[in-house]
Every structure is written in C-alpha cells, then in structure tokens.
C-alpha cells in the first residue's frame, strides 16, 4: 500500500470548515483513498472513501486531486466532539488486504 | 444491528496469567482483524481472519499470542503468560468481505483494555 503523510495536528474553530490534507503520491491506479478518525480512547470510525471522484457523505467530503497524490478531508462544520486523530489510508480495496494506521493528524477543535 | 461486540471492556490480569478476548462481528461480516494500541500510541495491526481460516498474521508476536475465529462464535484473541508490556487496548474489527465498493470498509467495536499488574 501507497504511504500517506499527514500533518501531525491541526487546529480548527467550532463552526468552521477543518480541511484535513493528505499526501499520497506514490499512490497506485487500484488505490482508494480511506480516512478513519479515533475519538480518545474508542475504536475508530470510518468516515469516507474514495479512488478518483470527489465523495460526500453526511459526516464529510473527500476531495481528490486530478492526479490523485493528495487529497483533502473536509468537515463542513466542525464541532468539539471533531476532535480526534484523523487517519488517511492508502488501500487497495477488495481481496485479502489489511489496513495499516499511520502517525494521523490530531485535530484539536476550539470554541 | 449490533455493531463489533467485544468482552470483555476491561480485563486485569496478573503476570503469568492468560488472557482471552471475544469480538462478535457485524451480523453478515466474515472477516475479522485485531488491532492493538499501547498507551499513547498508534494502532497495529495484529491478525487478519477470515471463517476458519488465517489469512494474515504478520502482525502477531511470535510466542504467546493467538487467534481464531471458528465457524460457530466470537473471534478469540488468546494471549498466554501475560507481561506488563501486554498492557494496551485491544481492538477488533470486522468486515463484509471482498468484492463490492465498501466490502473492505471495517466497522471497529469499542476495545478491549488489558491491565497487567
């Protein structure tokens, strides 16, 4: 699997939008593109997927560039209970693979 | 629709005991992976198991630690002879298998917490 950077915290007001990026250059053509957040001490959660098209669900979006190297995870309005390490997985979905956590990005929502 | 059932929540055991962790996967699930988090660390893939079957365990410690997940009940998580550095949360998740767009999407339960005195 393609190895992801995150950056490893970010900030975010409560209410405004948290833009969460994601490099992932040596991505393959089978890759998706997966984001997972864990809120202190519970198991994590799946957010959002996708392989080339943007994707939006009722808990964020997920915009990929053209080339797919990076993506951005978008929480449109983002609350206190955001607050979370935010992970960006490179996964080749379908037959018997895994998914591998990176370091993520601790996003720290504020009042 | 339960989601990941895993028991139990928090488990205490002293050195030199063995511990066993049960996850129930999602109703429809066949797959089954473990993930351990020790304090204050990211997550680590442990064992990956499908029905009866072992798939990938490149994540599990040589000795001591084993797991199955049999055709009838809960995925078990054995760890025998336990030592303080077992100390950690242990997580299982589970998923409906290969094939269709979010096959691979796990669903997590909420840990296991494994306290070694």
């Known amino acids: 699997d393609a190895k992801t950077t995150q950056p490893p915290s970010m900030d975010c007001a409560e209410g405004r939008a948290a833009n969460l990026p994601c490099n992932h250059s040596?991505?393959?053509?089978?890759?998706?593109v997966y984001w997972y957040r864990q809120i202190h001490s519970q198991g994590p959660q799946y957010i959002i997927h996708?392989?080339?098209n943007n994707e939006t669900n009722e808990m964020a979006s997920l915009i990929i560039t053209e080339d797919r190297k990076s993506s951005t995870l978008i929480l449109p309005h983002a609350t206190l209970r955001d607050t979370a390490v935010y992970y960006c997985?490179?996964?080749?979905?379908?037959?018997?693979?895994?998914?591998?956590f990176g370091a993520g990005t601790r996003l720290a929502v504020h009042p | 629709n339960a989601g990941v059932m895993q028991n139990p929540r928090h488990l205490v055991r002293r050195r030199g005991q063995e511990a066993r962790l049960r996850c129930s996967p999602m109703?429809?699930?066949?797959?089954v992976y473990w993930y351990r988090q020790l304090p204050e660390e990211g997550l680590k893939f442990m064992v990956y198991?499908?029905?009866?079957?072992?798939?990938?365990e490149s994540g599990m410690p040589k000795e001591r630690f084993s797991a199955e997940f049999p055709k009838e009940g809960p995925s078990i998580l054995r760890i025998q002879q336990v030592v303080r550095g077992d100390s950690a949360a242990y997580f299982c998740?589970?998923?409906?298998?290969?094939?269709?767009?979010?096959?691979?999407?796990?669903?997590f339960g909420a840990g296991s917490r494994l306290t070694v005195l």
């Open positions: 198991l499908q029905k009866e079957n072992i798939i990938d």
């Open positions: 996708g392989l080339k």
């Open positions: 998740a589970s998923s409906p298998g290969t094939g269709a767009y979010g096959a691979n999407v796990l669903t």
């Open positions: 997985i490179a996964y080749i979905s379908g037959g018997y693979n895994k998914l591998i």
């Open positions: 040596t991505i393959s053509g089978n890759e998706y």
């Open positions: 109703k429809g699930h066949s797959h």
